[in-house]
């Protein structure tokens, strides 16, 4: 993760919330932020009527949680510049939201340079020594 910063042949994809990717809810890390030169695809947090939360809606499904079609999804990610010619690094709080946008990326739009990084925001948030972008 640390070459992939800087990398213009490499896209960093952060799939938390905009409240995370800026650092206002640091979601349970010692630190908020994001890595350096990712893009956000952001997952919005449902609520239920009391407040509490339902769970994660991503950028690339529908309301009814089904995923969007290949033109929409196509948009969406060349609007961030994730494009099928660099290598993607997904990644989120653990590993869920992420391995939502590679299953996107890889087995509906086809493109073949994409990986996770697994322990996610969950790890680099925790390490003292790894740069962060508020």
Not at 18 to 23: K, R
Not at 62 to 67: A, L, R
Not at 82 to 91: P, R
Not at 118 to 124: I, Q
């Amino acid at each position: 993760m640390l070459q992939s910063i800087g990398d213009k042949d490499r896209v960093l994809v952060d799939t938390r919330t905009v409240e995370m990717f800026s650092g206002e809810d640091k979601s349970g890390s010692l630190r908020g932020g994001h890595i350096p030169g990712a893009v956000n695809l952001a997952a919005h947090r449902e609520l239920n009527s009391e407040g509490s939360s339902i769970g994660f809606r991503t950028p690339t499904a529908h309301s009814d949680g089904t995923f969007k079609s290949k033109a929409e999804l196509q948009a969406l990610f060349n609007s961030l510049g994730i494009t099928s010619d660099k290598e993607i690094i997904t990644y989120c709080i653990r590993g869920g939201l992420s391995t939502h946008a590679w299953f996107a990326l890889t087995q509906l739009l086809g493109y073949p340079n994409v990986r996770e990084y697994d322990r996610s925001w969950h790890e680099w948030g925790d390490l003292e020594d790894t740069p962060i972008d508020p």
